[in-house]
């Protein structure tokens, strides 16, 4: 993913989703179109990658924990909200 946003987990007491469900609406409020990649520290998530509120979550080393990376991968096409 080239272009996302971080983002700082500071409910540490939610599930994964509702993490990811709160970024994802940051993120698509800010930039006008919905995410499509979150990556997170492998600790957040078991196992393989999954499918979160439409979004795909992969764990990734490079991201610290208590953080989220929320945006689109490099090779997606970006389409605007209609409004």
């Given amino acids: 993913?080239?272009?996302g946003e971080l983002?700082?987990?500071r409910n540490?007491?939610?599930n994964l989703e509702e993490k990811v469900l709160w970024a994802?609406?940051?993120y698509q409020k800010k930039y006008g179109?919905?995410?499509t990649l979150c990556l997170v520290h492998p600790s957040l998530i078991k196992g393989q990658a999954q499918r979160l509120a439409g979004l795909r979550v992969?764990?990734?080393k490079s991201v610290l924990p208590n953080y989220l990376w929320i945006g689109i991968p490099a090779d997606a096409e970006v389409k605007p909200l209609a409004r």
């Fill in 1 to 3: 993913m080239e272009i």
């Fill in 33 to 35: 179109h919905a995410p």
């Fill in 12 to 14: 540490l007491d939610s």
């Fill in 58 to 60: 992969e764990a990734k």
């Fill in 24 to 26: 994802a609406d940051s």
């Fill in 7 to 9: 983002f700082l987990i």
